[in-house]
């Protein structure tokens, strides 16, 4: 049973930094690009942060330079360190496993934690 589960998210004030884990089970963890997604009510999902099985990361320009995604494939955790957070960061953030194989695309998604931005 595939098992990605969020943890870290809270309350933080504006230009504070928060670092949100996702533990991985069930899957072949060093073979998935990790990403981390949020959802802020009213919009659409949206990718934060991604690496690769090979540790080629990705971000948009929304979080460039104050996100940083990680992972431990011996641990098969996979972390996003958020530095001076705005409250257009508050949203639910949510671990994403993706592995494009011979066989089809392999995509499992975690339930999620929600990140607030605010005074």
């Known amino acids: 049973q595939v098992q990605l589960v969020e943890s870290g998210g809270g309350l933080v004030q504006p230009g504070g930094s928060l670092t949100l884990s996702c533990a991985a089970s069930?899957?072949?963890?060093?073979?998935?690009?990790m990403g981390w997604y949020r959802q802020a009510p009213g919009n659409q999902r949206e990718l934060v942060a991604s690496v690769t099985s090979n540790y080629r990361t990705n971000y948009p320009d929304s979080v460039k330079g104050r996100f940083t995604i990680s992972r431990d494939n011996a641990k098969k955790l996979v972390y996003l360190q958020m530095n001076s957070l705005k409250p257009d960061d508050t949203a639910v953030y949510y671990c994403?496993?993706?592995?494009?194989?011979?066989?089809?695309?392999?995509?499992?998604w975690g339930k999620g934690t929600l990140v607030t931005v605010s005074s």
């Open positions: 994403n496993a993706d592995w494009v194989t011979g066989a089809g695309v392999m995509n499992y």
């Open positions: 069930g899957i072949i963890f060093s073979m998935y690009t």
